[in-house]
């Protein structure tokens, strides 16, 4: 069965600090993935996403990630994080032939003066 | 264009009881999902729909049952509420990919939140 696995349930860091979340999935041939953010009280909303072309992909709020194949990861990365970036973030990933996604537990991000 | 939107935000039900959530969306979408969210375990996936009157299983569909009469709206449905269903219900929906990019972006609705006592 697919899975998705988020290392970190929590990261704690400080403004203007950078920060890494982690994302690995199970293998397969054919995989797209996505970052989405939920902040308190709201639904989900799409950050980034990767479906093929280049491994390095830009999203919403100065969020990236990166794609690699060889171990399995996607990880979000951010150079400088605002407290406006608390909130929790799921990765996801979509397998070829299958519509639905199959999501991580979240990561939940905790930005401090 | 309201998006996604979901009806009713928040409800508590006696185990026994039965109800009905309601999704709606505006995009003219042809996939539709229901999602369960619980601490600690991300979203499952409970049924989805890939058109009207079309509905399959996801990850976890027991108890639960969904209908797709219209496009834009996908209800999901509790017969007999347990408290193993308190959760947060959240419905999305996304076009159909073809070709290459076979995974549309799923938009989401803000959710239901559920307390079955």
């Known amino acids: 069965a697919q899975s998705v696995t988020q290392l970190d349930s929590q990261v704690p860091v400080f403004e203007e600090a950078p920060v890494e979340l982690r994302c690995n999935y199970s293998?397969?041939?054919?995989?797209?993935l996505f970052w989405y953010v939920q902040y308190p009280n709201q639904g989900l909303q799409l950050l980034l996403k990767?479906?093929?072309?280049?491994?390095l992909v830009k999203g919403i709020n100065g969020f990236e990630a990166e794609f690699n194949k060889s171990q399995t990861s996607f990880h979000l990365r951010k150079p400088s994080v605002h407290i406006s970036d608390t909130a929790e973030y799921f990765c996801?990933?979509?397998?070829?032939?299958?519509?639905?996604?199959?999501f991580g537990s979240g990561t939940r991000l905790q930005v401090q003066p | 264009n309201a998006g996604v939107t979901q009806t009713p935000k928040f409800r508590v039900l006696k185990t026994g009881q039965s109800m009905t959530l309601l999704c709606a969306q505006d995009?003219?979408?042809?996939?539709m999902y229901w999602y369960r969210q619980d601490p600690g375990m991300g979203l499952r996936l409970i049924h989805y729909?890939?058109?009207?009157?079309?509905?399959a299983k996801g990850e976890v569909p027991d108890g639960y049952n969904v209908s797709r009469l219209k496009k834009q709206n996908f209800l999901l449905g509790l017969e007999s509420a347990a408290p193993s269903q308190t959760s947060v219900y959240f419905c999305?929906?996304?076009?159909?990919?073809?070709?290459?990019?076979?995974?549309?972006?799923?938009?989401f609705g803000p959710g239901t939140r559920l307390l079955v006592l």
């Open positions: 999305a929906s996304s076009y159909a990919a073809s070709g290459r990019a076979r995974m549309g972006t799923q938009y």
């Open positions: 293998s397969s041939v054919s995989v797209y």
């Open positions: 990767y479906l093929s072309g280049s491994t």
């Open positions: 996801a990933v979509g397998y070829g032939g299958r519509r639905a996604l199959t």
């Open positions: 995009m003219n979408h042809e996939y």
């Open positions: 729909s890939v058109g009207e009157g079309t509905t």
